[in-house]
């Protein structure tokens, strides 16, 4: 009787919780009319960052470019197809070996009336490259550039200080929107960064920091209408609010929603997932100024001893790819011939022991707290060292305090997570900004030869001679173990099947011109 | 208590002195289940190595998420798995020391130090008691969450700094309780009768007026270490607590949330563990607070 009953009150008990938490997280009115027919053409997305300065010379965030795209042009316009088309330029070509001659559109008029012509090109361009542009970080993408002439209304010549390969890959993002010369002298840039102005699809509505950025189709946009009225970009950190969100239908687009509740999205009627692979790679880097990190035998070691693959088939769910240098298959001067470190503890084991390494030494992993997949990784880890001898101290920190202040100044652990997303698709910016000597993101590391490797690619357009230095680099740095590059990242979009011709971009770039909705 | 016992005899129809000592049957038996489940943490904290059927941080990747062995017979994990492969049940057990060392050292660390503050302020009055009485005011008017942030993004996250949080945000209640009973105390007889036998004031501190105190002070320890608990939980919860894969049960609520619909067990035990062990602990101390200090009735 008493058993009974106990067993009775254990079979209520535990699903009773589950439903009470489980109605916290997703609540879905029955019979009443869906939230999201309610909101007929206007569409709302959920993304997880709030990049807060709307002036594309101000940002380096890939949550910008989600918006972005929308609002701004570049000369250059890449699709999520990746392929490189005309914008706001029709034709562009080298007329001497420094000058980069652009043809431009006509009949283009920015948000608040002001015609687009060479004038703003110029303004655009003296801007980024000049003190204004020195405030934020991406100046530093375009100092290949020295300056930008006017040759008439609708032609500009770049006169370029040095080579660089990339240059029109990056016109085509970030820094290069074309901004409107009249509406920034009269307002300020401050003013600009949150009511901002751009030729784009789209115009700026309302902007509410932590909370939501509205815009309105700019129904007079040279590329013809938006199909949609207005789109609600809502910024939700936490994932699973986002999917809760999506299923409640509040919202039609989710960005980043993590593989554990990817079988949700799957699993819901009304929804779809869209996996997509990204540029964006994840590593561990090691610091080699804190021992042992500095012994390559040690970081050989901790190469064979986490099974990476087995991390990629269970936690992320098979959504990410192997990879062993810190590039995406996507990317201009990846070597596929290079095969990643396999997963052998007894090798691991022994590297250690010649190292010197004694069993149960302590070594930590630094991440950013709000990075889930990444943390659940972090603690198989934790018991994949163990077993060859580390004890591994996982140190989870906030991600702005991470980004702004523990990588740059080195306060890290020995090893420590990094994600970049490698936006050009050549691996010259994610190389030179992470293994040049003194740069930001890396304050440690230096190696002569790959010093002489980065400048080989940088002083030449000759895409063979930098494919070739390319490969020496990556040979370099696999050789050397500096990082430990391990998986390119597969974004997940849940997207409620009311909206039409979504695609899921590879460099978060969603493009919202051809969309529509039921 | 003892004045109020002496009068009582006069009226026949009330429970002879010696009678009212013991609780009614309804509050005996809720101080045995409150027993039970205080006992049960400790014993889970203290033979951890013994108790747990396996190692709380050995990971097998291909059996994660495994349910409960009633929902999956043949399964050798009672509770199942959580989503690295780990014991969810040696986690709860392991989980249990961090739950209780957060608990009963923050709650000792801040007793201690409030007590004293109290004792020291109600008895010595003027400027002493002007300067931790302000500090206390200065201290409950401070938002919690917000300086456990601060503290944290400062020293970085970590066991010791939430005690110290936890500590340095609690010993004002204990200091205004003691205060406050010391005063009471004070002006009594037998401490004036103290002070004219030259007695130092460290012992009639120590002997006459803490005594007097330390009841009240016990009930809100108790019902303290219920709160911490979950305070801790709520830290770790919101990852500004232990190291994540130390198992602890906020962490393991943290690290569940993503999974609340599609693997039910890896958050229901965790919360069922803090949700049995505060119980406990309040059951523990209602029964104090209504035995030792009626006072603090609310």
């Known amino acids: ?428 910016n994610t190389a030179y900004l992470l293994y040049h000597k003194g740069e930001y993101w890396n304050p440690v590391f230096s190696d002569a030869d790959v010093e002489k490797y980065l400048e080989q690619e940088r002083s030449t357009n000759d895409q063979k001679a930098r494919l070739q230095a390319f490969r020496a680099l990556d040979r370099r740095l696999y050789d050397l173990a500096i990082d430990f590059p391990l998986w390119q990242q597969v974004n997940l979009w849940g997207v409620n099947k009311r909206v039409r011709g979504f695609v899921a971009p590879p460099d978060d770039r969603v493009r919202l011109l051809s969309v529509s909705v039921q | 208590m003892t004045r109020a016992a002496e009068a009582r005899p006069a009226l026949s129809a009330l429970p002879a002195p010696g009678r009212r000592r013991t609780a009614p049957p309804g509050l005996r038996l809720t101080l045995a289940l409150g027993l039970v489940l205080v006992g049960a943490s400790f014993a889970a904290a203290v033979a951890a190595p013994l108790l747990a059927p396996r190692d709380p941080e050995a990971a097998d990747l291909r059996a994660r998420l495994t349910p409960p062995a009633w929902a999956r017979p043949g399964s050798p994990y009672l509770v199942g798995t959580d989503a690295i492969g780990r014991d969810i049940l040696s986690r709860i057990i392991y989980g249990a020391r961090v739950s209780l060392e957060v608990g009963l050292v923050s709650v000792a660390v801040s007793g201690v130090s409030g007590t004293a503050l109290g004792l020291v302020a109600g008895y010595y009055g003027g400027w002493w008691d002007e300067v931790a009485m302000r500090l206390a005011d200065l201290q409950l008017s401070f938002p919690f969450i917000l300086f456990a942030i601060v503290v944290i993004a400062v020293l970085g996250p970590g066991l010791s700094r939430i005690i110290l949080v936890l500590a340095v945000t609690q010993w004002a209640s204990y200091a205004r309780l003691v205060r406050s009973e010391t005063l009471v105390v004070r002006e009594a007889d037998y401490i004036q009768a103290a002070r004219a036998l030259g007695v130092s004031d460290g012992r009639i501190l120590w002997r006459h007026v803490l005594p007097n105190a330390v009841s009240a002070v016990s009930v809100l320890a108790t019902l303290s270490v219920a709160n911490n608990i979950l305070l801790e939980a709520a830290l770790t919860f919101l990852g500004l607590g232990v190291d994540p894969s130390v198992p602890s049960w906020g962490g393991m609520l943290a690290d569940s949330r993503n999974y609340i619909q599609t693997a039910w067990w890896d958050s229901t035990f965790p919360g069922l563990a803090i949700m049995l062990t505060v119980m406990g602990f309040n059951l523990v101390g209602d029964w104090l607070r209504d035995r030792f200090s009626p006072r603090l009735q609310g």
Not at chain 1, 66 to 83: A, E, I, K, S, T
Not at chain 1, 249 to 256: E, F, K, L, M, P
Not at chain 1, 309 to 331: C, E
């Open chain 1, 1 to 428: 009787m008493r058993c009974g009953h106990a067993r009775t009150v254990r079979r209520l008990l535990a699903p009773a919780l589950v439903v009470v938490l489980g109605g916290l997280a997703a609540s879905v009115p029955v019979g009443a009319q869906s939230p999201a027919q309610s909101r007929g053409r206007s569409l709302v997305i959920v993304q997880a960052q709030d990049p807060q300065r709307w002036d594309p010379i101000a940002t380096f965030l890939l949550s910008w470019g989600m918006v972005g795209c929308n609002l701004f042009d570049g000369l250059v316009d890449r699709g999520p197809d990746l392929v490189l088309r005309p914008g706001l330029a029709t034709g562009w070509s080298w007329i001497s070996k420094n000058t980069l001659r652009f043809t431009l559109r006509r009949g283009v008029t920015f948000h608040d009336g002001e015609p687009f012509d060479a004038q703003a090109v110029k303004f655009t361009f003296d801007r980024l490259l000049g003190p204004e542009g020195a405030k934020g970080p991406q100046q530093g993408n375009y100092t290949s550039i020295d300056h930008v002439q006017v040759v008439d209304r609708y032609t500009v010549d770049f006169v370029m200080k040095t080579q660089d390969p990339v240059i029109i890959t990056k016109l085509a993002g970030y820094g290069a929107m074309i901004v409107p010369p009249k509406y920034i002298q009269e307002r300020g840039s401050e003013y600009f960064s949150s009511h901002p102005v751009g030729t784009g699809p789209f115009r700026f509505v309302e902007y509410r920091k932590d909370d939501h950025l509205t815009l309105a189709a700019n129904t007079r946009y040279w590329n013809g209408a938006p199909r949609v009225s207005a789109v609600t970009y809502r910024f939700v950190p936490e994932a699973a609010t986002r999917v809760a969100e999506l299923q409640a239908g509040r919202a039609d687009i989710a960005q980043g929603v993590p593989v554990s509740q990817a079988g949700v999205v799957k699993g819901d009627p009304s929804l779809v997932l869209m996996p997509v692979g990204s540029p964006t790679v994840i590593e561990i880097r090691f610091d080699p100024s804190k021992p042992p990190a500095g012994d390559i035998r040690f970081r050989k070691a901790i190469t064979a001893a986490i099974d990476v693959q087995t991390i990629i088939q269970t936690i992320l769910q098979g959504y990410g790819h192997r990879v062993s240098t810190f590039q995406s298959p996507l990317s201009f001067g990846n070597d596929p011939a290079l095969a990643p470190y396999p997963f052998d503890p007894q090798r691991a084991k022994q590297l250690l022991a010649e190292a010197g390494v004694k069993p149960g030494t302590d070594v930590t992993l630094s991440f950013p707290s709000n990075n889930a997949d990444f943390r659940e990784a972090a603690q198989a880890m934790v018991s994949e060292l163990a077993s060859v001898g580390l004890k591994l101290s996982l140190q989870p920190i906030e991600q702005v305090t991470y980004f702004s202040d523990t990588i740059p100044h080195a306060k890290t652990g020995q090893m420590y997570e990094f994600g970049w997303g490698g936006w050009t698709l050549d691996f010259d």
